[in-house]
């Protein structure tokens, strides 16, 4: 028996499969690096939904409806907004979702998709005393999820950056977050009570990662040149080097590439290329280090590095990653509670005992 179930096969899906061994996610019978390279975020919710919700569209009609959605989710926490002001970002989060809907049916879900960028982008610009910016609902997701950000259009490079991420943390398998979820969706609770309690999981540290610390670590560190003598002394001191090293992945994330290729795309902007740059430099000194310093285990590139280049480059700040986060796993939380809702099987683990015993009277 395991306490953290490492090993143990909780369900069968569809949805995805991750190869901790070979470095390999395949999310719906395609390779992650695949869908970050090109796909639109209404790409990937069609294809982890279809067969899942019925009635769901394809193609410019899926992307017409998502922005629907959009404008009905600000319209309904429009009211509510003062509310959500002084809540850290995740927490105005997990308060605007439970505004929302609990149903199981495709408007429910579209509105859930939508959710997190609407609700992240109108507590961001609160926060920073401005005046939340209503969807338009002929953007596409992330083009429009950029734009109630920053007030302003968002460039096709950093829509298709955002959509790279989106896609590459749309599903990962039987992680903490998703199995809380198909667990909520198992007792035939709707999908707004899944996908919070699936936020709520992704908000505790061990699972929602370290993309924050990752820039804090690059701010320290501040040159490329500066790269190996800092790591170093951060090691000697027995401290972790953030972003690098994963649970499952016994090789390179995949999803770190993934991510690494579409900052590429955005680097024209000459402090962004120094940014990039420095990232890198830290990035191949850190694994130089880690493989000296620690041979027996393996502890490469994770998603959270690359992760926190990405949305920083994009204008996120780091109190918004686990929303962003979110924006792109809650499709995955959704496809997941449909699938366990459609066994029809309450998910009912057993526990062994192994407290004091009664007493018996003499």
């Not at 790269?227 to 170093?232: E, F, K, V």
Request: glycine share 10%.
């Amino acid at each position: 028996m395991t306490n953290g179930l490492d090993d143990v096969v909780a369900a069968e899906t569809v949805l995805s499969d991750v190869d901790g061994a070979k470095g390999r996610l395949v999310i719906r019978g395609h390779a992650v690096e695949d869908l970050a390279a090109g796909w639109a975020f209404e790409d990937v919710v069609h294809l982890l939904l279809e067969g899942f919700v019925d009635g769901l569209p394809a193609g410019e009609d899926l992307r017409s409806a998502i922005g629907s959605a959009r404008l009905g989710v600000f319209k309904r926490i429009s009211p509510h907004l003062a509310a959500l002001r002084d809540l850290e970002p995740v927490d105005a989060l997990r308060a605007g979702l439970s505004l929302l809907a609990d149903g199981d049916d495709l408007d429910t879900a579209l509105q859930l998709v939508a959710a997190p960028a609407v609700i992240t982008a109108a507590r961001l610009r609160m926060g920073a005393a401005k005046t939340p910016v209503a969807p338009d609902p002929a953007n596409t997701h992330s083009a429009d999820f950029l734009r109630m950000i920053s007030g302003r259009p968002a460039t096709a490079h950093a829509a298709s950056g955002l959509d790279s991420y989106l896609a590459t943390v749309s599903d990962h398998g039987m992680n903490a977050s998703t199995f809380t979820a198909r667990t909520v969706a198992s007792t035939q609770a709707g999908l707004g009570s899944a996908a919070i309690a699936g936020l709520c999981a992704l908000k505790g540290p061990l699972h929602g990662g370290a993309p924050g610390p990752v820039l804090a670590m690059l701010d320290a560190i501040a040159t490329p040149q500066a790269a190996h003598g800092w790591l170093a002394e951060a090691l000697a001191r027995g401290d972790r080097l953030m972003g690098f090293g994963h649970r499952i992945y016994r090789v390179r994330d995949p999803r770190a590439d993934a991510l690494k290729q579409a900052i590429a795309r955005l680097s024209s902007d000459e402090e962004l290329a120094g940014r990039i740059a420095l990232a890198e430099a830290v990035e191949t000194a850190a694994l130089d280090l880690l493989r000296t310093a620690k041979p027996d285990r393996s502890l490469d590139t994770n998603v959270e590095f690359y992760t926190a280049a990405l949305l920083e480059a994009l204008g996120f700040p780091a109190q918004a990653f686990t929303c962003v986060f979110a924006a792109g796993r809650v499709v995955g939380w959704i496809a997941h509670a449909r699938e366990q809702a459609m066994t029809g099987r309450l998910i009912r683990p057993q526990s062994r005992y192994i407290g004091p015993a009664p007493q018996i009277a003499a």
